[in-house]
């Protein structure tokens, strides 16, 4: 069965840094795209970072510069490096991919805050 863990969230002070893993069971991870959103409270959730299997990854303007998705293909996890981070970044995160049906993840809370 497939399924998506996220880890990694917590509290920092704006111009901090987090790293979020998202694990991964039962998926192609070589042939599946993954792609990271965030859930900000009373928002849409909205679209982070997408990677594609043939390693292009695409960010969100307000992320460019700041954030970095990679994928680890031995041992299946997806990671998300967030710098420089704004209190405008504080939401949930969610891991999510595509196979006939959505899969999400249980999300991973970050909140950035003096």
Same mark, same amino acid.
């Given at each position: 069965q497939l399924r998506l863990v996220e880890s990694g969230g917590g509290s920092v002070q704006p111009g901090g840094s987090? +790293?979020?893993?998202?694990? +991964?069971v039962g998926v192609n991870f070589l042939l599946d795209e993954?792609?990271?959103?965030?859930?900000?409270?009373?928002k849409?959730?909205?679209?982070?970072?997408?990677?594609f299997k043939e390693g292009?990854?695409?960010y969100?303007?307000?992320v460019?510069?700041?954030f970095?998705?990679?994928?680890?293909?031995?041992?299946?996890?997806?990671?998300?490096q967030m710098n420089s981070l704004k209190p405008d970044d504080t939401g949930t995160y969610y891991c999510y991919t595509f196979r006939t049906n959505d899969y999400w993840g249980q999300g991973t809370q970050v909140t950035v805050v003096s």
């Open positions: 987090l +790293t979020l893993a998202c694990a +991964t993954f792609s990271w959103y965030r859930q900000a409270p009373g849409d959730r909205e679209l982070v970072a997408q990677t292009t990854i695409k969100a303007d307000s460019q510069g700041r970095i998705a990679s994928r680890n293909n031995y041992k299946n996890i997806l990671m998300l």
